[in-house]
């Protein structure tokens, strides 16, 4: 799916800039961040530029080389979602006008529950059961 491809590139382009700026307010080279990941410099800097893709695995590790914390690389993760979600559904997103009906399970998920702990999980279920509810209150027809 396109949207989903360059969402991804969007949210993956935003995690490398909070790196890049984290980088170079540490006075890091991406060369030595590069060399603590065990991986070459260009292909360090193609991901923090946004040229390719990286994955949660891969910023986590680029995090433990500069120093991050989990919390903070959370809040990262959370920022970047967050980019994602704008891109995905617009101002929508932040406005609350998302229309359940249009949006596809999967979708519906990623915008209420976060793949990165913005709700707690006792609220992730109960927005669940609720959804739940509603579908079967109000079906589709």
Known sequence: MLIKANSDIIRS???GQHLKNVIEQKSFT????AEKMGISQPA?????NGKVGGSDNFFTKASRAIGLSTKE???IFKAADQEEYKYKYGEEI????IDIETLSDEDL???LLSKNGIISEEA???LK???AFLRTKYPKK
């Not at 360090?44 to 923090?48: E, G, I, M, N």
């Open 30 to 33: 991406v060369s030595e961040v």
């Open 109 to 111: 998920e990623d915008v």
């Open 124 to 126: 992730q279920k109960d």
């Open 73 to 75: 690389m959370q809040e």
């Open 13 to 15: 382009g935003t995690i």
């Open 44 to 48: 360090l800097s193609r991901v923090l």
């Open 94 to 97: 932040i406005s609350g006008e």
């Open 129 to 131: 059961s609720y959804i």
